[in-house]
């Protein structure tokens, strides 16, 4: 049955340089590949998206959600599941796979009858604390909308059981699967060539490299914080940050940079097609977030061969970085992968009002230099673990495994 074509339809949040839109845009080269139709449903469509799906894509606007006034968001939410529905019917849609839960509340809402598979990709409990309309609609989903779904994949463990501890989700069709990657292809891209001459120049130095979203999820005021330690210790050390973010966030990155004095060091890029080969080019991947699931950007480090430092923002860090279990704690923990530091959630999601050094950035500065200090050490151990970290991560198996009934 898993063999036989199928018209398979994707609804994903933006065409950004996400973990999400990179996990869809896998999905799909890899479903395209074995013959099946596909289509790729964008919620918002943006003149600067790097993943684009060509004939294949759909969208149901091209405004994006900042830019609209809330009554106009509101209409956007109460006619999207009726779009979604009539695209499923014109398509004969067989399966439908939902990225994140604003993708999963609709795809639940177009009462049709395709097997329909959502996916949740970080720890509920801490992105849903704060009140707002939608977050209140998620949660009203947890405990009612959800179970038209057949299956609502956690990419982790940690994720699974915290929706079923903290967020009174209600139903029984939750399966882990870890996101697929197609490490052969991540590699053979991490060798490309960085032709820009002032971004090679870059990286001629030890560099840092933060690669995703600049959004309160990531709290980058940490990171530009721990960074100000390292370069007080070794100012030949570059911060380079790929990816585009929320205004509000880009704003303050501008003048944490600025007050902080590292105009010189840190290095925004904005998005890249290729997030690869600047990975392969950088000493050490850094995450600061407050909150994750299991970062896509982590797997796509190690099977280039990058050491990781990352906070302790989920257990599925620990699925991710180690063969190891891990309990969290104040103290950095040595994993196969590198260094996981302790978590920055206090209990409250937003910009702080202070940013004054606190000890868990001390900590992640720590871990930094040890790692860019002892680089090739780092990298070795990496790769004697690689294989074993990675395997979770087979596309064919998870790419099968989603399209099955739940376990």
Request: charged content about 25%; hydrophobic content about 40%; proline content about 3%.
């Amino acid at each position: 049955m898993i063999n036989s074509k199928k018209n398979i339809l994707l609804i994903m949040p933006y065409g950004s340089v996400g973990g999400m839109e990179r996990l869809a845009l896998t999905f799909y080269d890899y479903y395209k590949e074995k013959g099946h139709q596909i289509k790729v449903l964008k919620l918002i469509q943006l003149q600067n998206d790097i993943i684009n799906f060509g004939e294949d894509e759909l969208y149901l606007s091209t405004v994006d959600f900042s830019e609209m006034k809330a009554s106009k968001r509101l209409l956007f939410y109460a006619k999207s599941p009726i779009h979604i529905r009539k695209i499923i019917k014109k398509y004969n849609i067989t399966h439908s796979i939902a990225f994140g839960d604003m993708a999963n509340l609709f795809s639940s809402l177009t009462q049709t009858k395709e097997f329909k598979i959502g996916s949740i990709h970080a720890l509920k409990s801490v992105e849903l604390i704060t009140n707002t309309f939608f977050n209140k609609l998620t949660r009203f989903g947890y405990k009612h909308l959800y179970g038209k779904l057949n299956k609502l994949v956690c990419i982790s463990k940690a994720i699974k059981e915290d929706l079923i501890a903290n967020c009174a989700y209600k139903f029984s069709n939750l399966e882990v699967i870890y996101n697929p990657h197609n490490t052969s292809e991540i590699v053979k891209r991490s060798q490309e060539t960085i032709k820009d001459p002032l971004e090679k120049e870059l990286f001629l130095k030890k560099t840092i490299l933060f690669l995703g979203r600049l959004s309160v999820q990531k709290s980058p005021w940490h990171l530009l914080n721990a960074f100000a330690e390292v370069i007080s210790t070794d100012k030949k050390i570059n911060l380079i940050l790929v990816g585009d973010g929320d205004y509000a966030v880009q704003q303050i990155v501008y003048s944490r940079i600025k007050d902080l004095n590292l105009s010189n060091n840190v290095h925004l890029l904005g998005r890249k097609s290729n997030p690869y080969k600047y990975i392969h080019a950088s000493n050490v991947l850094v995450l600061s977030s407050l909150y994750e699931g299991t970062p896509n950007v982590i797997v796509e480090s190690i099977a280039v061969g990058t050491p990781v430092v990352s906070s302790f923002c989920t257990k599925g860090i620990i699925e991710l970085m180690s063969t190891k279990d891990y309990n969290e704690t104040d103290s950095n923990i040595e994993v196969e992968a590198g260094i996981v530091t302790p978590n920055f959630f206090n209990g409250e999601i937003g910009i702080p009002k202070s940013f004054s050094l606190i000890y868990e950035e001390k900590l992640l500065a720590k871990a930094l230099l040890k790692v860019i200090n002892n680089s090739e050490e780092y990298k070795e151990k990496l790769h004697l673990n690689k294989q074993e970290l990675l395997k979770k991560f087979n596309l064919e198996y998870v790419a099968k495994q989603y399209l099955k009934p739940v376990n």
